[in-house]
């Protein structure tokens, strides 16, 4: 079996049909799994065979306000989007909750020139696999890439200067765990920036929101909900219960699910995307997005520790 220069392999299509059967086999089980498993879990499985770039690994779904040609492009300009929002810049000690397969972190580095970049993820494929990319890349030196838990930061307080989340957060057992894990190992002045995808209030969503509302005013101080369902505005006094200051959420989605379902009404007909298991294609297919997009909203949060 060969390999495309993204060290994607090139099957027969015996082969393909066999992986999207350990696909599934593999997917089915994910909900058996225990919960701190399951997203890492079936992040390994999607593997970079179903992504559905032309020369990255990014697994975003973009930002295609400057009407970009590719996803990969429209991808770069989502974590360019974030790191200026972050301020991002030489001197900075970053902590990057969910990298992916590191393409943000690579562009990162490049471009604004933290002083470091520690990615943590709970994919260990991703993190073999960004390990080596860095490695190949020459900048073992400025980024490294390990294992840990969103809810539950492996970093000391106060240790970094910015905390990223691009795309991301929305997988995570408890975005208010998180952002408290955030606020802590924040320097003050530090920033937290995440771009996530949210639940977006309207009349069939209402109902979901309302029943969260009951749960939340039951709640006694100090507890957290472990699976937060949040829209843009309960988002912000999320992040304001966790301590954050100048906290500031706005809307994307214009600029993320009607343009991708556009460019991927075209991108899935080319050939490489055959490799891309079918329930994936589906998903993301034009049709998929239509169906699933407008149940979605797609946020930017910035918020500051004092």
Not at 107 to 126: H, S, V
Not at 165 to 182: G, I, Q, V
Not at 200 to 207: F, G, K, V
Request: proline share 6%; net charge neutral; with cysteine.
């Amino acid at each position: 079996m060969t390999l495309t220069t993204a060290g994607i392999p090139v099957e027969t299509l015996p082969e393909r049909t066999s992986r999207w059967a350990r696909e599934c086999l593999e997917w089915a089980k994910v909900p058996f799994l225990p919960t701190g498993q399951r997203v890492g879990r079936v992040y390994d499985i999607v593997g970079p065979q179903n992504l559905f770039g032309e020369d990255s690994l990014f697994i975003n779904l973009g930002y295609w306000h400057d009407a970009p040609d590719s996803l990969d492009e429209a991808s770069r300009d989502l974590a360019r989007l974030v790191a200026r929002e972050a301020e991002l810049g030489p001197g900075d000690i970053q902590l990057d909750v969910g990298f992916g397969y590191g393409d943000q972190d690579f562009l990162w580095a490049r471009e604004y020139g933290p002083k470091e970049i520690i990615g943590m993820n709970i994919a260990t494929e991703q993190i073999d696999i960004a390990t080596r990319r860095a490695a190949e890349l020459g900048l073992s030196d400025r980024i490294r890439f390990e294992y840990g838990s969103a809810i539950d930061l492996p970093r000391a307080d106060a240790s970094c200067t910015k905390v990223t989340a691009l795309e991301s957060a929305f997988h995570f057992p408890s975005r208010a765990k998180f952002f408290a894990e955030a606020h802590r190992v924040l320097q003050p002045g530090g920033k937290l920036v995440t771009a996530d995808i949210t639940v977006r209030r309207n009349a069939i969503t209402e109902p979901m929101l309302r029943v969260q509302d009951r749960a939340e005013s039951r709640q006694q101080p100090g507890d957290h909900v472990e699976r937060d369902v949040l829209d843009l505005g309960r988002y912000r006094k999320a992040l304001q219960a966790a301590g954050f200051d100048q906290v500031n959420v706005y809307s994307i989605r214009r600029d993320v699910y009607f343009p991708l379902a556009r460019f991927l009404g075209k991108r899935l007909r080319d050939p490489d995307m055959h490799r891309v298991n079918p329930v994936l294609r589906a998903t993301f297919s034009r049709p998929g997005l239509l169906v699933w997009g407008p149940w979605a909203d797609y946020i930017i949060a910035v918020g500051t520790k004092s």
